[in-house]
């Protein structure tokens, strides 16, 4: 179906029609108007007095809604952000730091809540969180006192808290290890006992914490079991095989996994990526010909953090990356320095030589322009999208054509080297001078050409869960092959030369 823009109606989108709604509203068609938050009427001109931003009765940045549309009725309800609850959002949430002790550290986490009460079954809520790519801790919130909190990855559970008394408000801080894990029951009982049926055989299920001091906690099939202080066991029952597929409809690309935090009414969706893979969506590689400095490095710089606040990883890599810079237009300037001698330039070497010599400091300063461009983006400095897409369709591509500029310059070096030995006293040194002033700019147009579909192909992407930008390539099947192919033809080439 096709999606009309404000102003433009109709199956084709061909019907115009004037939108009397205000402004800021959006026109669905001419009797239909779709208001902002904190207006209302008919033509979105009326507003709501007690939710504007002026007098906001939500506290901690919590979002005020209206939920009536009467003048005189100040209703409204406030969404408050994660790390805080209640009626105006006044207090703080429950706050779990959880840091992993243990490798590889998941990608994923599922956080099960349980809350017991004297009189009803446990309460069970599941909340699920992404461990960013570089940390090695999370933080989970929770909105109601509780008394156990399972985290589970990888198809194991383990507790990371127990409170017996539930406490409002508490900031908790927790390490997962191994021994906080949870053992299958089969690894404490025999065939025998766990084929029993599920009441007799529950009569066993003191043995493994009287046996076991360090055990925290075991499961089967149906019941999740927790040693209590006094080593005996506290069962409950715990469904193991609760789907979180997204209805089965997988929005995640390259294998990913979907998973939704409400089957009736999901508000959150994140995609678990396979090995190789990352991106809110699972959209984005590390594998093939393309991977650059951005998958290698991007991952390290902290956005929304000065300089001297990120990682030593980033200050050691930008400190090594201007010593370079100074080396290589040093290296750069004495190689022009020796190589516009009058004698070397009177073959072709000489100038195929003084040309690499611009080159090479050229290339270095485009590298360094790319590493802190990088530093720069994922800082969040500059946030000028036109400026962002510009630097991404022309660093990287630049970078690429001067590298292999470099190669194949030396390339046709040991071509006139192997042609001089060959020729002896008879190789013409005014010729290949001549036939080098050709050579040069046919190798720099050739190589552009052979590299143009990697700047039609590039884009930003932003990933939401990281807050961050990329610059991406997406290539068709064909293309694909193609890119692997011109790579390694300018890779082995100038080698076997």
Known sequence: FCHCDQGYSGRYCNITYECSCSSDS?????????????????????????????????????????????????DYICLCTEDYMGSHCEHRSNEISITFKINPIPTLVFGHVITAFSDKDHERTTSFKKVPFDRDSIVLYHTTPFNLLFIEFEKNYYLTVI???????????TNINQDYKCENISKFLNSTILNYKTLRRLKYYQLPCMQNHKLKCFYDDTYMCVCDNNRYSNCF?????????????????????????????????VCKCDKCYYGTK??????????????????????????????????????????????????????????KNESLLKVGCGIYLLTNSFISILTITIFTIKYFQLIIFQM??????????????????????????????????AIERALS??????????????????????????????????????????????????CILEYSTSLKTYDKFINVFHVLTPFII
């Open 421 to 470: 030995a060959i020729q002896g006293v008879h190789f013409n040194k005014s010729k290949s001078k001549y036939i080098a002033k050709y050579i040069i700019p046919i190798i720099l147009l050739s190589i552009s050409i052979s590299y143009i579909h990697d700047p039609i192909s590039r884009r930003l992407f932003n990933d939401d869960d990281e807050q961050r930008t990329w």
């Open 380 to 413: 969040k400095s500059i946030t000028n999208t036109s400026f962002i897409s510009f630097s991404c369709i022309l660093t990287d591509v630049l970078l690429k054509i001067l590298l292999t500029y470099g190669d194949w310059l030396y390339a046709a070096v």
């Open 237 to 269: 029952e715990f469904d193991h095989n609760t789907s979180y597929d997204c209805q089965g409809n997988n929005y995640c690309g390259k294998n990913g996994e979907c998973f939704q935090n409400n089957i009736t009414c999901p508000s959150m969706l």
């Open 282 to 339: 699972c959209e984005l590689a590390t594998k093939g010909f393309s991977t650059s400095l951005d998958v290698i490095f991007g991952y390290h710089i902290k956005p929304f953090i000065s300089f001297t606040k990120q990682s030593t990883a980033v200050k050691i890599t930008a400190s090594i990356t201007i010593l370079m810079l100074i080396f290589s237009i040093i290296n750069g300037l004495l190689s022009i320095l020796t190589f």
């Open 26 to 74: 959006i026109c669905l068609n001419t009797s239909v108007c779709l208001c902002p938050l904190n207006q209302f009427g008919s033509k979105c001109y009326l507003q709501h007095t007690y939710c504007q931003p002026k007098n906001n009765p939500c506290n901690n940045h919590g979002l005020c809604i209206p939920i009536d549309d009467r003048i005189k009725k100040n």
């Open 163 to 173: 409170r017996e008394k539930p406490v409002r408000s508490e900031n908790i801080f």
